[in-house]
């Protein structure tokens, strides 16, 4: 079937010499994976390297066969043309980390169009406004409400939240988080992203907030892997 799609670029591996696999968040299909045919070495064809940078947006024109093997790309353009996200430095280790995040995560081969808005807003925003360094918390905590187990919000006045159960409860368990991870989360919680800089953290709290959120991901996604670009963009952040 040829598909006419937005598609947001999550990853893209070397395979072979001048091949390239690039996975994408599509509009219509959710998650695909493509094999990109001498990419690498073509300098006259439709499709360039640089059009598939991780959080990319692209229109694609693509062929699907829905067999489990990896599809084809026929042509594509690039929908929104980043200013800052590929160039800051800040930016840029706040994309590889999230993107990795994306590819723990997201495994469904199926349309989720409030997901694709969510990405498709959360890259525009962080392009068209100055780094926030509590972007990404928020942009991890808010992609479980689209992977399904974003925090109870209903009795967020109790003192403990249960990771396991997704529930603020009275009594503590070996899953509970309190005090500062529970301040950090209560104050994530229901805003927006314009809201991010009024939340003062240091470099220490952010990081174990993170650590707890990536635990949170461990205990409700089977096989989830902790991004290796994490170290990275933890030095960043002061």
Known sequence: MLVTTPAIVISALKYGEA?????CFTQSNGLKSYLLRRILKSKKGK?????????????????HKDKGTL????????????TTLHTDIYKTSIVLFLAEMLKNS???????????TFLENAFLWLDRNEHSANFHLFFILELTRYLGFYPDTSTSSLPHFNMLTGNFEYTETIY?????????????LGIDFDDLNAIKLNKTRRAAFVNMVIGYYELHLHGFKKPKSLTILNSLFN
């Open 106 to 116: 997201i495994q469904e081969e199926e349309e989720n169009k409030e997901l694709y």
């Open 47 to 63: 499709l360039r390297t640089a059009m598939f940078q991780p959080a990319t947006q692209l229109e694609i024109v693509a062929v």
């Open 176 to 188: 509970s988080i309190t005090e500062d991870n529970l301040f950090i989360l209560n104050s994530l």
């Open 19 to 23: 091949d390239l696999i690039v996975k």
């Open 71 to 82: 599809e084809s790309i026929r042509d594509a353009k690039v929908l929104h043309s980043y």
